[in-house]
């Protein structure tokens, strides 16, 4: 959230450092889940051209913290909106060097083993 602060009830039963932790998931072909203690949000992307991409998100939140005088949920969603428009402007600036007649593609880094996969994984199904 924009405050750091919870924004609306547990969504789950969240034991010990569980207040405190984020997991995100890619899900084949085109989510990606962020698991919140306090809401669970997910982007679908849709490829619309090699240069456009068509991407939704849907927050979602406990059933009775609506009813709550405590619920913000515009606190995570402003959060999210500034850091989607920060991550997409980001993708851009890259698609932009791809594009260049100047651009060889290297190996990922060791470090970075998820992408990794995820690109032998898409290739599994393409080929």
């Not at 990606?32 to 997910?42: A, E």
């Not at 290297?106 to 083993?113: D, K, L, M, Q």
């Amino acid at each position: 959230t924009m405050t750091g602060n919870s924004c609306a009830l547990p969504v789950g039963d969240i034991k010990g450092e569980g207040h405190n932790r984020v997991f995100y998931y890619s899900i084949f072909p085109n989510m990606l889940l962020s698991m919140h203690p306090d809401y669970v949000m997910v982007h679908q992307l849709w490829p619309k051209s090699p240069e456009r991409t068509l991407i939704f998100c849907d927050w979602f939140f406990h059933p009775e913290a609506f009813d709550r005088i405590d619920f913000h949920p515009n606190d995570a969603i402003e959060f999210w909106d500034m850091t989607n428009r920060q991550d997409w402007h980001v993708c851009e600036l890259s698609q932009q060097g791809i594009a260049s007649r100047v651009y060889r593609p290297g190996p990922y880094s060791p470090r970075e083993s998820i992408p990794a996969a995820w690109d032998r994984e898409y290739l599994r199904h393409v080929e």
